[in-house]
């Protein structure tokens, strides 16, 4: 009884760790096909780049210009490391979705977004009050 007790505790505590990064992700999901934003093969960039991680799928990777949203193809915990690069493949400069990975992350989808958008990205999926 007690064996069955702790791991239905240890599930319980595991799903609701988990429910914040998959309400941010349903989230991003849906502003995804709301806003029908525009897919891009590759994003031309510099040598440093800045991101606002939204969840362990999703960033937002920010050049000098411009913004882009990015999703990776598995869960990326490495966003968590202090350095965080881009390990590009093929092209100087050139990120590509598929190909490219940002710290061992395989970027599956590359999305070009304003800063409104990304403003917008950042507060998706919180309760209101709740810190970003």
């Known amino acids: 009884m007690k064996g069955i007790l702790a791991v239905l505790m240890a599930t319980l505590l595991i799903a609701c760790a988990s429910q914040p990064d998959t309400r941010v992700n ?7 096909v709301v806003s029908e934003l525009k897919e891009l093969d590759t994003v031309r960039m510099r040598e440093q780049f800045h991101y606002t991680e939204l969840s362990e799928h ?12 990015v999703k990776f193809q598995r869960r990326c ?33 590359m999305y070009a977004i304003d800063k409104g958008q990304a403003q917008e990205l950042v507060h998706l999926g919180k309760a209101p009050g709740e810190e970003g």
């Open 58 to 69: 999703y960033i937002i990777l920010k050049t000098r210009k411009e913004n882009y949203l």
């Open 77 to 109: 915990r490495e966003l968590n490391e202090r350095e965080v690069t881009p390990d590009i493949r093929f092209e100087r400069n050139t990120l590509r979705a598929g190909f490219d990975t940002i710290r061992g992350c395989r970027i599956d989808r």
């Open 26 to 32: 349903d989230a991003v999901d849906d502003f995804i």
